[in-house]
């Protein structure tokens, strides 16, 4: 079984401060994590992806996170932020338990708000 | 480049009505996922297909049927419509499970399609 948390359902920060979204996951295997964005009525972009390879993971428009085994976690962070980081951000895991084609299960999902 | 089409965008039925939506993966792409997002809800998995076979299953009702057809596009059937089941509702694409068998790839997501079931 594979479970996330996403520990905040609202994070505010002030334009040009840092960005930290925090996640931790639960699985049985070795998990694939990923962060993904969704803008309002829009689809969801893929971040970035961590799986199994170098532990901190630099994705698009300067957001990384680092997978951190001993903690359970992949917190998402961005050192500035601009006002177009606005949206709802989703952690997501894939524990590859099923062989091939194994759905995501996503966290509840964290809503940044950007102040000017 | 080429990202994954859903059709339609948006669909209003009645209850009771049957719906189909469809999915048209990235080219060279071999399997395709639905999720369901209820309004305010995180996505959730309802079944996937690799090379036109049944792979993974998630929290699909039995009333909701899917398969992948030979040029890799999916179509999802769901019938005697509730208002429950209005919801967005995306299709994601992948290149599969490679030769490791482990789905490492990531799944690239369509617009969605919004469905309104009044």
């Known amino acids: 079984a594979q479970s996330v948390t996403q520990l905040d359902s609202h994070v505010s920060v002030s334009e040009g401060t840092p960005v930290l979204l925090r996640c931790n996951y639960s699985?049985?295997?070795?998990?694939?994590l990923f962060w993904y964005v969704q803008h309002p009525n829009k689809g969801l972009q893929l971040l970035l992806k961590?799986?199994?390879?170098?532990?901190l993971v630099k994705g698009i428009n300067g957001f990384e996170a680092e997978f951190k085994k001993s903690e359970t976690s992949f917190h998402l962070t961005k050192p500035s932020a601009h006002m177009s980081d606005a949206a709802e951000y989703f952690c997501v895991v894939s524990d590859n338990s099923g062989g091939g084609a194994d759905g995501l299960t996503f966290g509840k999902g964290t809503h940044l708000i950007i102040q000017p | 480049a080429a990202g994954v089409i859903q059709s339609p965008r948006h669909l209003i039925k009645e209850k009771r009505e049957t719906a189909t939506l469809k999915c048209y993966p990235i080219p060279r792409h071999d399997t395709v996922y639905w999720y369901q997002q209820g309004p305010g809800q995180d996505p959730q998995f309802l079944i996937s297909f690799y090379e036109k076979m049944q792979s993974d299953k998630g929290s699909i009702p039995d009333r909701f049927s899917a398969q992948q057809f030979s040029d890799y596009h999916s179509e999802l059937n769901m019938s005697s419509l509730e208002l429950g089941d209005s919801a967005l509702y995306f299709c994601?694409?992948?290149?599969?499970?490679?030769?490791?068998?482990?789905?490492?790839?990531?799944?690239?997501f369509g617009p969605g399609t919004r469905l309104t079931v009044t």
């Open positions: 699985s049985s295997y070795s998990p694939s």
């Open positions: 994601a694409s992948s290149l599969g499970v490679g030769t490791s068998g482990r789905s490492s790839y990531e799944q690239y």
């Open positions: 961590y799986t199994s390879a170098a532990t």
